[in-house]
């Protein structure tokens, strides 16, 4: 085991608070941000009541500083202006996964942006915050500019219920961290409007196919989709019921009012709405063909019906593979 860190967390939503308890219980000095005010008596998130944090986590509403690591676990909207707030000289790591509207930055590069001088890694896997939060096992993928600093990180920060691989492409593990929650709320939809497990595996694996089109335009690495922030976190967030963006689609394919749904942040941010449109603009940019997303952010808008994307994706150019 590594000496323990002193490590900041800032965001105190699902994501926030399941690290928080997955660094406290290996052992490290844990300071978990919250924007609200917390209640110190109860230990208890006003957002999030039921959740009784261990106690070797310490609670602040203050910006911590002089942490040796800091993890941002905000939507990514929010990323830019917590990370600006932030302070100390110490490692910053992007665990939100998203695209930045108007920039179309990935996190990484807001952290780069914000916190100049220090060293930036990214942390994306198949993770659901309420199995890490219960020390279930589970296995993500660590991204530095250098192999050596992401094996670095990834040693000191693994534990032996969290595993950590070391990677240094930021931009494959970015793009699909944040791509898979777009393929997720297509797969939700399928299985929301009944159209049956084969359409679900179709739209997973022309997915990735799209995935990788625009990687390998944005410089990443095909091997990349390959682990556990692609494939990996594609066949969680497309098949496990507790996903919010699956569970969004879901909601859309059964024709419930699934977008006033996707607003209310107080069910847990839906990252795959906000991020359809920005990766469909990306995509563009580089003249990169995603025919899944540009549909999944027409049903996204109310732009089109499920049963006309249906005809739409099905009656497209038959191609290679
Ligand atoms: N929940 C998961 O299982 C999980 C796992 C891996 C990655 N992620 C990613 O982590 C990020 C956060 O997800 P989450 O599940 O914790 O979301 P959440 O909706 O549960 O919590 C978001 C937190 O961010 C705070 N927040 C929102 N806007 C803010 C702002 N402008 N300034 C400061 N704080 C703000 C909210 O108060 C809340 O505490 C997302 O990008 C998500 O994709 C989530
Ligand atoms: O609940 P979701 O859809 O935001 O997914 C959470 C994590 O990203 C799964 O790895």
């Given at each position: 085991?590594?000496?323990?860190?002193?490590i900041?967390i800032i965001g105190?939503?699902?994501w926030g608070?399941a690290l928080a308890?997955n660094f406290?219980?290996?052992?490290?000095?844990?300071?978990?941000?919250?924007?609200?005010?917390?209640?110190?008596?109860?230990?208890?998130?006003?957002?999030?009541?039921?959740?009784?944090?261990?106690?070797?986590?310490?609670?602040?509403?203050?910006?911590?500083?002089?942490?040796?690591d800091t993890l941002f676990a905000?939507?990514?909207?929010?990323l830019?202006?917590?990370?600006?707030?932030?302070?100390?000289?110490?490692l910053v790591i992007a665990c939100c996964k998203?695209?930045?509207?108007?920039?179309?930055?990935f996190p990484a590069?807001?952290l780069?942006?914000?916190?100049?001088?220090?060293d930036v890694a990214v942390l994306s896997g198949p993770n659901?915050a309420?199995?890490i939060?219960?020390?279930?096992?589970a296995a993500a993928t660590l991204a530095a500019?250098?192999?050596?600093?992401a094996?670095?990180i990834a040693?000191r920060l693994a534990s032996?219920?969290f595993r950590l691989y070391a990677s240094?492409?930021l931009?494959?593990v970015q793009?699909a961290g944040?791509?898979?929650?777009?393929?997720?709320?297509?797969?939700?939809?399928?299985?929301?409007?009944?159209?049956?497990?084969?359409?679900?595996?179709?739209?997973?694996?022309?997915?990735?196919?799209?995935?990788?089109?625009?990687?390998?335009?944005?410089?990443?690495?095909?091997?990349?989709?390959?682990g556990l922030s692609?494939?990996g976190d594609?066949?969680?967030?497309?098949?496990?019921?507790?996903?919010?963006?699956?569970?969004?689609?879901?909601?859309?394919?059964?024709?419930?009012?699934?977008?006033?749904?996707?607003?209310?942040?107080?069910?847990?941010?839906?990252?795959?709405?906000?991020?359809?449109?920005?990766?469909?603009?990306?995509?563009?940019?580089?003249?990169?063909?995603?025919?899944?997303?540009?549909?999944?952010?027409?049903?996204?808008?109310?732009?089109?019906?499920?049963?006309?994307?249906?005809?739409?994706?099905?009656?497209?150019?038959?191609?290679?593979?």
């Amino acid at each position: 085991m590594s000496p323990p860190r002193h490590i900041a967390i800032i965001g105190a939503g699902a994501w926030g608070i399941a690290l928080a308890q997955n660094f406290a219980r290996a052992g490290h000095d844990v300071t978990l941000w919250s924007r609200s005010s917390v209640d110190p008596t109860t230990r208890r998130l006003p957002r999030l009541p039921q959740v009784a944090l261990l106690p070797a986590v310490n609670v602040t509403n203050m910006m911590p500083k002089g942490a040796d690591d800091t993890l941002f676990a905000t939507p990514t909207h929010a990323l830019r202006d917590v990370a600006a707030a932030s302070m100390g000289d110490g490692l910053v790591i992007a665990c939100c996964k998203g695209l930045e509207r108007d920039s179309y930055a990935f996190p990484a590069d807001i952290l780069r942006a914000t916190c100049p001088g220090r060293d930036v890694a990214v942390l994306s896997g198949p993770n659901f915050a309420g199995e890490i939060a219960k020390g279930l096992p589970a296995a993500a993928t660590l991204a530095a500019s250098h192999l050596s600093l992401a094996e670095e990180i990834a040693s000191r920060l693994a534990s032996p219920r969290f595993r950590l691989y070391a990677s240094d492409d930021l931009t494959g593990v970015q793009l699909a961290g944040a791509a898979k929650n777009v393929i997720a709320i297509a797969a939700g939809i399928a299985i929301g409007a009944q159209l049956g497990e084969n359409a679900r595996a179709a739209l997973m694996s022309r997915g990735l196919a799209e995935m990788h089109r625009l990687n390998r335009a944005l410089g990443g690495q095909a091997k990349t989709l390959s682990g556990l922030s692609g494939m990996g976190d594609l066949i969680l967030t497309c098949t496990g019921p507790s996903s919010r963006n699956f569970r969004f689609g879901l909601a859309l394919g059964q024709n419930a009012d699934a977008r006033a749904l996707a607003l209310d942040e107080t069910h847990g941010i839906v990252e795959g709405c906000r991020t359809a449109p920005l990766l469909l603009k990306l995509a563009r940019r580089h003249a990169i063909d995603m025919p899944l997303v540009e549909t999944v952010s027409k049903l996204i808008a109310g732009d089109m019906s499920v049963a006309a994307a249906k005809a739409a994706l099905m009656s497209r150019p038959l191609a290679t593979e």
